[in-house]
């Protein structure tokens, strides 16, 4: 089992920064994929950001730019810095890791940190 654990979210000004952190704990070995996603009120869930510890990252387009993921390989941890931060970016995010189990991919969910963008 895996359990992820999210820090870093706040109340911010548009235009202003902020730095999420999310560690794994448990049986993290075989974690191959670490990201975050986003869900807005009323929307759904959307990716925001991936990085593989092979090195590849992904982004929104709504994200290029101006959000950068990195992470830590041996002990399975990631941050988004989040600058130039904008009304539509608030939202609750949310630490994902996967692993892969046989021919599946086994995915895990952190509980959520409040990001609100507003003046």
């Known amino acids: 089992q895996v359990q992820l654990v999210e820090s870093g979210g706040g109340l911010v000004q548009p235009g202003g920064s902020l730095r999420l952190s999310c560690a794994a704990s448990?049986?993290?070995?075989?974690?191959?994929?670490m990201g975050w996603y986003r869900q807005a009120p009323g929307k759904q869930r959307e990716l925001v950001a991936t990085i593989s510890f092979g090195g590849k990252t992904n982004y929104a387009d709504a994200v290029k730019g101006r959000f950068t993921i990195s992470g830590d390989n041996a002990k399975k941890t990631i941050s988004l810095q989040m600058n130039s931060l904008k009304p539509e970016d608030t939202a609750v995010y949310y630490c994902?890791?996967?692993?892969?189990?046989?021919?599946?991919?086994?995915?895990?969910w952190g509980p959520g940190t409040q990001v609100t963008v507003s003046s």
């Open positions: 448990g049986s993290i070995f075989s974690i191959n994929v």
């Open positions: 994902n890791a996967k692993r892969p189990s046989g021919w599946s991919t086994v995915t895990y």
